[in-house]
């Protein structure tokens, strides 16, 4: 099968698995004090600096905190925002991911007051829209760095800049785009990431804490990770995090430039369709397109033998239509007619020469029985 859903996850690099190999037989707590667990607890130690390192803390000056995942970092992220704060009003995109929506709308059963921002046919937030939105009410600002639909890349710095003169928290979900474009780190407070969408295992995210930050903790217990997220870490997760954000560092040139040829050759073999969302601005190893007529969820079945999207998986089969490309402006029949392509660092020219020719002539032969 070709893999083209990169966005939802990504293969996990040999590199990796070498890493978390050893820890399979070293059962050591990172938290006890013998020498099982202080081996356990160095290899931790090196993958949450081998993590802060690629996010673009050289210092380490931050608090790297180890999760689930980032569905977790965004709910502490924006639920801790308000707890730890007289303010009552978050302000976020209407592209965001749904664990910063959905996080956002439980929020504001709680009586706190929200704003979601709209975008345009771009995918871009207005920012004398934000400017307004964002006031001395505003707790945090929750942008996402590249979405995960549409690979559009939001303004994070003048974002950050608003929110920041408003006396307010940025929150940047930048799953997507971490390891791959810069992130202006020294302008956000909080920072999600995940280890799955950059060739790393699923189960562990982090939450960068900028330094300086005061932040209530997630879970009580044990008192680990400086007493901000109680529970035992799993030494073969962090230390295949931390060897995939290594990687992801040393490489980020060479699978810059890899997309780039990739995408040049994914364009030009989907001309006849419709990008959807802006052309500049954007991750270009991500690919939404859609195409009158066609039934996307269709063409998924038609073509066994490629793996791609029709949106995100956390909304797969729901049923209802892409949120990010009602935002839009996109009616229900053209987001039903839109697939994502995903590709990475192991997707090969091959892989995007047969997997267009399979998705053009498959939506061709949907058009002619239309």
Not at 142 to 164: T, Y
Not at 260 to 285: C, I, M, P, Q, V
Not at 301 to 312: I, K, L, P, Q, T
Not at 335 to 362: H, K, P
């Amino acid at each position: 099968m070709i893999y083209l859903d990169y966005q939802a996850t990504t293969p996990l690099a040999p590199e990796v698995r070498a890493a978390m190999l050893p820890w399979l037989d070293k059962f050591g707590n990172p938290h006890s004090p013998h020498r099982a667990g202080r081996e356990a607890a160095a290899a931790v130690a090196v993958a949450q600096s081998q993590v802060a390192i690629t996010l673009g803390d050289d210092r380490s000056d931050g608090r790297l905190i180890f999760t689930s995942g980032a569905t977790e970092a965004a709910n502490w992220a924006l639920q801790a925002s308000v707890i730890q704060s007289e303010r009552r009003k978050i302000v976020t995109i209407a592209t965001e991911h749904a664990c910063v929506l959905d996080t956002a709308r439980w929020l504001e059963r709680q009586q706190i007051d929200l704003v979601v921002l709209p975008v345009g046919t771009d995918g871009l937030v207005d920012l004398d829209r934000a400017k307004s939105a964002i006031d001395d009410r505003t707790a945090v600002v929750a942008a996402m760095l590249v979405n995960n639909e549409i690979g559009v890349i939001q303004p994070i710095q003048a974002l950050a800049d608003l929110a920041h003169a408003a006396g307010a928290l940025l929150f940047c979900d930048a799953v997507q785009g971490f390891g791959r474009i810069p992130l202006p780190l020294d302008h956000c407070d909080l920072v999600a990431i995940s280890s799955h969408k950059i060739y790393g295992p699923k189960g562990i995210g982090a939450l960068w804490l900028r330094p300086g930050l005061d932040w209530p903790p997630l879970l009580h217990g044990g008192g680990q990770q400086d007493g901000l997220r109680s529970g035992t870490l799993s030494p073969m997760l962090c230390a295949g995090f931390g060897a995939a954000a290594q990687l992801a560092g040393r490489l980020r040139e060479e699978d810059h430039n890899h997309i780039n040829l990739l995408a040049d050759l994914a364009e030009k073999a989907f001309e006849t369709w419709t990008l959807n969302g802006g052309r500049s601005h954007r991750y270009r190893g991500n690919l939404n397109l859609r195409r009158a007529g066609i039934d996307a969820n269709r063409l998924i079945s038609d073509v066994r033998d490629v793996a791609f999207s029709a949106g995100s998986a956390c909304a797969s089969g729901s049923g209802r239509p892409s949120h990010v490309l009602q935002a839009l402006g996109l009616d229900d029949k053209a987001a039903r007619a839109s697939i994502r392509l995903g590709f990475g660092r192991y997707t090969t020219v091959q892989d995007i020469e047969t997997a267009s020719a399979l998705i053009n002539d498959a939506a061709a032969a949907q058009l002619e029985w239309a």
